[in-house]
């Protein structure tokens, strides 16, 4: 039950058949450790998520879903070509709209520390509407 | 609060659309790399974290990334060349280029520009030669003038195509993605045909005085080519302003009706200048074709584009060619990589382009006064050029016959040819030519002259006979004519809405005919031909499922049925009555001892074989449809066939209109009885032992078939092969012997373009079903153990019958059906 208070954070299991299993299973690995991470993770929702994948390239998106391999998932993708583009100009990037990236492309995550929180976005960010301190 | 809507994933990141909102961010990034991985690994398998509003749909649209095939930013092992940044580097030279480089890069300029006018997007297909983009740093002369005239070749012709607006979706694609600034200042053509000739002239020059290999003979080649095809597009359109505005187009309708007197003025047409226009038009597209012919020759010297194939692996191969350099500027999502044209592939197109521009301009020169057989002629160009041809020539088409050359009304007219197009029909009014036509249709009932018959109509009749002229014009010419367009199911679309303009002339038809022959109840005119117009459309209709692969294993049946006896049968007799009865009158006038009436009745003769010739035709896939119904009906009772019952009976009454819509409309339905009953009726009655028919959906009248065994309904679909065999034979072999003296009697506007008509294979498929069907009919094979099969490789539209062996899977299930089933 004490489980169940963190997820709104939608812990849900893909495949259906088994959701109510999956269900059980959350409950049942309740361990400290797993709440924690399950909330630092569900915190980074919706927040903007700096990619940095192996070739190089710079994804900033608003971070939507990920799994249990760091496959992420980032809505409004925007796409540099290197770190060094990204800040030089931040105009000189492609759209991608939703973009995956699987996690064994992934160097580097970082995440934007509470700064462009727009209010009509907000709203459904946080389960309590309270800001978060940024995970460090 | 929780939204929930599907808008949500959008606005999640729409924050970010504003790129420069990230710039205050740039301190406020903390590296979470461990964290994440660490606290990730908490996650079960399968198990998803995701924000409130984003959803399973969402997952799977996204593109992965490092993805090769959805990917199309992956940074590659390879440079990927960029205009200005790889511009003069060894992979994009701007001087000193060898022939072979030089040609290359001609060649595969040539060749993305037939892939362009083919239909492929102009991104990934001329502008992958990133020298478009750098023109002014080009220091090789021929070079930079070479680009310069694509450029404006480019912009010339995407004017004319969007402007004859022949085209659907995937036929081109006009969009210059930003590169129109580029195209438009190098739009002066005048400028640039004389840099052309310039740069040519210079080759030639010094290759004259030993400073340049001979082998850059074959450069001034391609300069040649592109100079006269922009002379050809010039001189094109200075020929079209000449011949002047469509003359009867801007008559208003009661002008143009049947008994009006107006004149349609052609004289710009023949004028001095459109003539002189028109032999300079000639003299390029020699030029042109001499060129490209010259081109086609010397394709091997140019250098190859090797890494054509995977353009992600290899490098091009061409000086300054990259596929990938445009991508940024296409939707992210599925790189397409565009195939180009191989260049004699490309050079063929090209050719073909200008063979199509020959072919309507010498064959069918405007002029003012056209015999009927000219306008017969240059219909059937128009009907069968725009199957298959390019759409440049398509366009170039369109823009000879169609009405004024201004913008607006040109638009204004969609697809329309015109109807007082001038360019046309000469001085002839369009209306006259459908009566002609009419009359070419049933001579004997048409009379000795129909203009006058008509025109002493009057009142309410005349009237009647005005507008319905003017319908009837304009419904086949403006929509059975620039019917046959490359797109299928675009085509299919016209074809409805050709049956839907041509259905409510029906009613119209029967009055005028009764209007005209008021004591003669069987003569009738315009209700045949109109008919037979009806017939030729369902069919087609009807065919152009199969190619577009439209239909489900089920609904075959019921598409055998409208092809064959169901539906098409009805129509067949409304015109076949009117033969019928043509040929009586003919039989009684006919007297053998008078000369006169000799010649007269062998005329009539000779005319209307033409129209019985297609009537034979049509009859004869009739024959076929109505066989191949009866085959399934048998197959599916058999056992043989178990897909051919409907996953849905329930819905399926509703699915039958929905599927043949256009073809139900028809007025004058003689019985109350639908369409689908009876198809319902002739299904069933073949299908079922117990014929489980209810009896008061039946007309008086109208026995219901006593049920069949599979055996009585297979030697029906013999007997009905055999007809259609002996059918087909005969409409080949009679084709065949008048092949020679079809000089004499004319095409007309009814019969231009049968379509989607392949006797041979016909009468293969009749043949081999007929055997086939026999010997099911004598009980070899019978029985759901011995499966069959449609074949429809021999001929798209009528599948072949096979049997196949029997599989373990049918013996099983006969097996347990049945134990006492009929042995093998």
Request: proline share 5%.
């Amino acid at each position: 039950a004490g489980c169940a208070d963190g997820a709104d954070a939608v812990a849900v299991s893909i495949d259906s058949l088994s959701l109510s299993e999956g269900h059980q299973q959350a409950q049942a690995e309740c361990s400290p450790e797993r709440m924690t991470a399950l909330k630092f993770l569900t915190d980074c929702l919706g927040r903007l998520l700096r990619c940095t994948m192996i070739d190089g390239r710079v994804l900033v998106g608003t971070f939507a879903c990920t799994d249990r391999d760091s496959n992420i998932i980032l809505a409004g993708c925007l796409e540099y070509q290197s770190l060094a583009d990204c800040l030089a100009d931040p105009r000189d990037c492609r759209s991608l709209g939703l973009a995956m990236i699987p996690g064994n492309k992934l160097v580097k995550m970082e995440l934007e520390s509470f700064g462009q929180q727009q209010n009509d976005v907000s709203d459904g960010l946080r389960s309590d509407g309270s800001p978060e301190t940024p995970a460090s | 609060s929780m939204t929930s809507s599907s808008n949500d994933s959008q606005q999640l990141g729409q924050l970010l659309q504003e790129p420069g909102s990230h710039q205050q961010q740039q301190s406020d990034y903390s590296d979470i790399t461990e964290q994440f991985k660490s606290a990730a690994c908490h996650l079960q398998l399968g198990e998803l974290l995701q924000h409130q509003s984003f959803s399973l749909y969402d997952a799977m649209t996204a593109i992965e990334m490092m993805e090769p095939k959805m990917d199309s930013g992956m940074r590659l092992d390879r440079e990927i060349l960029h205009p200005q940044r790889s511009a003069g580097g060894p992979l994009m030279k701007l001087s000193d280029l060898t022939d072979a480089e030089l040609l290359g890069v001609m060649d595969e300029s040539l060749a993305c520009l037939a892939s362009w006018l083919d239909g492929e997007s102009a991104l990934q297909s001329v502008f992958i030669n990133l020298y478009l983009q750098c023109i002014d740093k080009i220091e090789c002369q021929p070079l930079r003038t070479f680009c310069h005239g694509l450029l404006c070749l480019l912009q010339r012709a995407k004017d004319l195509i969007t402007l004859a607006n022949t085209t659907d979706e995937e036929d081109f694609n006009p969009l210059l993605y930003g590169f129109e600034a580029a195209a438009a200042e190098a739009a002066d053509d005048e400028r640039i045909t004389s840099a052309l000739k310039e740069a040519d002239d210079d080759i030639g020059r010094r290759v004259k005085a030993g400073q340049l290999a001979a082998g850059h003979r074959l450069v001034q080649h391609r300069l040649r080519l592109l100079r006269s095809l922009l002379l050809l597009l010039r001189q094109f359109h200075r020929m079209l302003q000449a011949m002047g505005s469509g003359g009867s187009a801007d008559l208003p309708d009661s002008a143009l009706s049947v008994t009006s007197t107006a004149v349609v003025d052609a004289a710009e047409l023949v004028s001095p200048a459109a003539a002189e226009a028109a032999a300079e038009v000639r003299r390029q597209l020699e030029s042109a074709s001499s060129a490209c012919a010259a081109v086609a020759a010397s394709l091997e010297v140019g250098q190859p584009a090797a890494g054509r194939d995977d353009p992600r692996l290899k490098a091009y191969g061409v000086q300054g060619f990259e596929p990938l350099a445009n991508l940024r500027q296409l939707p992210p999502s599925f790189p397409r990589c565009v195939r180009v044209f191989e260049r004699p592939a490309a050079v063929a197109y090209l050719a073909r382009c200008l063979d199509c521009f020959r072919q309507f301009l010498t064959d069918v020169t405007p002029a003012a006064c056209p015999s009927y057989q000219q306008l017969y002629t240059r219909l059937a160009l128009v009907c069968g050029l725009s199957s298959d041809a390019p759409c440049f020539a398509r366009s170039c088409l369109r823009l000879l016959y169609c009405c004024p050359a201004q913008q607006q009304q040109l638009h204004s007219y969609g697809i329309n040819l015109g109807l007082g197009s001038a360019r046309l029909f000469g001085r002839h009014s369009p209306v006259e030519f459908l009566l002609a036509s009419v009359k070419q249709f049933c001579p004997i009932a048409a009379g000795a002259d129909l203009n006058a018959s008509v025109r002493q109509l009057q009142g309410q009749s005349r009237q009647l006979a005005d507008s319905l002229c003017l319908q009837l014009g304009r419904a086949l010419l403006h929509q059975v004519c620039p019917l046959f367009s490359r797109n299928r199911s675009r085509k299919r679309e016209k074809l409805a809405a050709c049956l839907d303009a041509l259905w409510p002339l029906y009613e119209s038809c029967y009055c005028l005919d009764r209007a005209l022959f008021p004591n003669d109840e069987c003569r009738s005119l315009f209700l045949p031909y109109l008919t037979f117009y009806l017939f030729r459309l369902s069919r087609l209709y009807l065919l152009s499922g199969f190619s577009l692969q439209l239909y489900a294993r089920h609904e075959l049946p019921s598409v055998y049925f409208m092809l064959g006896d169901g539906y098409m049968y009805f129509l067949l007799v409304g015109i076949v009555q009117a033969d019928l009865a043509i040929q009586q009158q003919l039989q009684l006038t006919h007297n053998p001892y008078t000369k006169l009436s000799r010649q007269h009745h062998r005329y009539h003769q000779q005319v209307q074989t033409l129209y019985q010739h297609h009537l034979s035709m049509l009859r004869a896939s009739n024959y076929l449809a109505t066989a191949t119904f009866y085959a399934l009906a048998a197959l599916h009772s058999d056992g043989k066939m178990q897909q051919l019952a409907s996953p849905h009976p329930a819905g399926e009454s509703s699915a039958f209109k929905h599927r043949y819509q256009p073809l139900l409309q028809r007025p004058f339905l003689p019985r109350s009885i639908t369409c689908y009953t009876n198809l319902q009726t002739m299904w069933d009655s073949r299908t079922t032992f117990n014929g489980q028919l209810d009896d008061s959906e039946l007309d008086e009248g109208q026995q219901r078939k006593p049920a069949s065994t599979p055996a009585d309904v297979y030697a029906e679909a013999t007997r009905e092969f055999e007809k259609a065999r002996d059918a087909l034979m005969k409409v080949v072999n009679a084709a065949s012997s008048s092949a020679g003296s079809n000089s004499k009697s004319a095409p007309s506007l009814a019969t231009v373009c049968i379509e989607d008509w392949d006797g041979e294979a016909m009468i293969k498929v009749a043949k081999t079903n007929m055997v086939v069907t026999k010997l099911l009919a004598a009980g070899h094979r019978a029985g759901p153990q011995h499966p069959a099969e449609l074949d429809f490789s021999v001929c798209p539209h009528y599948p072949v019958i096979k049997l196949l062996a029997p599989t373990a899977a049918s013996s099983a299930a006969v097996a347990a059906a049945a134990p006492s089933s009929n042995g093998k």
